[in-house]
């Protein structure tokens, strides 16, 4: 079963930037479809950033601009570049497939708290 963990969160001042990791226990480019999705308590999990297993990037509105997603098969690993962070960012940021069907147990999240 796909495994993932999440890495790379913080605390961060608005406008600063951080770059999150995703170790997956597969390869995936090229094969699945990949996701950010972040969390807020008593909310339900938004997708914020996409990359089709094609390369073709998606962002969530309040995200794009500032978010960039990337993938390096070489490590299996997925990045979350975040810049110009604003306190609605605050979240525990997770990765996993970006199809529901092929979506494996989320990790253990990466926390982001933006606050000055």
């Known amino acids: 079963q796909v495994q993932f963990v999440e890495s790379g969160g913080g605390v961060v001042q608005p406008g600063g930037s951080l770059r999150l990791s995703c170790a997956v226990s597969i390869s995936f480019r090229g094969i699945y479809d990949m996701g950010w999705y972040r969390q807020v308590p008593g909310k339900q999990r938004e997708l914020v950033a996409s990359i089709s297993r094609g390369g073709i990037t998606d962002y969530a509105g309040s995200v794009k601009g500032r978010f960039t997603i990337s993938g390096d098969n070489a490590e299996n690993t997925l990045y979350l570049q975040m810049n110009s962070l604003q306190p609605g960012g605050t979240a525990v940021y997770y990765c996993?497939?970006?199809?529901?069907?092929?979506?494996?147990?989320w990790g253990p999240g990466a926390q982001v708290n933006v606050s000055s």
């Open positions: 996993n497939m970006g199809q529901l069907i092929e979506r494996g147990p």
